[in-house]
């Protein structure tokens, strides 16, 4: 049984097959297949509340394409989820509808919390430490979801709109970066030792470029350090010397920015990376439905 998960974001359009493989009560899953596709959408999104037609072009074709290869890969279910460039975009809906009429593919634009649920769908609170206490940061190129795990719980959740592209853009606000600060404080006070999670592309690509050890933290002055040392390098040279994909190259400072901030007002020493994220989410939301209902 195949499985297929699309992730329409701010800064990339991502397409995950998987193979589902059931023994016993056990449901696991391996990845098949996964391409993305840098759109950047959040470049009109952001500046112009609106994608403009080019980008909505490029997004139906690569939906298209994505669709015809759901088909050729036999792929049983699909759900396709897209966030804060077309939650924040006029004519979202309208680019919905036109997917599903050329493409006959069902794309869903989602609201921030039900983002952030997505992502905790890959089940990583079974993997806590009842006794630990965690703060959960995923980035992404419109929007950053923290969450507060105890207990292997989530305990009180938020969507901020502060992203990567967002930031490139000049498109984020002082108001939600103050306000972001005040939650967190607010919410993290009465926790000692808190942990980080982090997940999205961003921070994926900091930790292998840390070269820890998987399954290792990442300390908050190791990731202080990579931070420095990228904004030292010229966009050019992040992607000859360091060798980053273009659509990469740029967002990765105001990430490291984004994480620093995080940890540094919720007292975050350091900071775990699964390689999780919305597409895994979407195949265990699909698992949850089909094979445990």
């Known amino acids: 049984m195949r499985y297929a998960a699309i992730d329409v974001g701010s800064n990339a359009v991502r397409l995950l097959i998987a193979d589902i493989n059931q023994e016993g009560k056990e449901i696991t899953y391996k990845k098949n297949t996964f391409i993305r596709v840098p759109l950047r959408l959040g470049d009109d999104a952001f500046i112009d509340k609106r994608i403009g037609e080019r980008k909505a072009d490029e997004l139906v074709k690569t939906m298209t394409a994505f669709k015809l290869l759901m088909d050729v890969y036999k792929v049983s279910d699909y759900m396709a989820c897209a966030t804060s460039a077309m939650r924040e975009a006029e004519n979202g809906g309208e680019i919905t509808r036109r997917i599903m009429k050329e493409g006959n593919l069902d794309l869903q634009i989602v609201e921030g919390q039900t983002e952030a649920n997505i992502i905790y769908s890959t089940h990583i609170?079974?993997?806590?430490?009842?006794?630990?206490?965690?703060?959960?940061?995923?980035?992404?190129?419109?929007?950053?979801?923290?969450?507060?795990?105890?207990?292997?719980?989530v305990e009180v959740s938020r969507s901020f709109s502060i992203g990567t592209v967002r930031m490139l853009d000049n498109a984020d606000t002082q108001e939600e970066w103050d306000e972001m600060n005040k939650w967190i404080k607010a919410n993290t006070r009465i926790y000692k030792n808190l942990i980080g999670i982090g997940t999205g592309g961003n921070i994926n690509k900091l930790f292998r470029l840390s070269n820890q050890k998987d399954g290792s933290p990442l300390s908050f002055s190791v990731l202080n350090d990579m931070y420095l040392n990228l904004r030292s390098y010229s966009l050019k040279e992040r992607i000859t010397l360091m060798k980053l994909n273009p659509d990469r190259a740029d967002v990765i400072v105001p990430a490291s920015e984004i994480y620093l901030s995080v940890m540094k007002w919720a007292s975050v020493k350091q900071i775990y990376v699964p390689r999780v994220g919305m597409a895994d989410g979407i195949i265990q939301v699909l698992i949850d439905k089909n094979l445990k209902s």
């Open 125 to 153: 609170a079974e993997s806590l430490e009842l006794d630990k206490n965690y703060l959960y940061i995923d980035v992404g190129g419109g929007s950053t979801e923290l969450s507060i795990f105890t207990k292997g719980k």
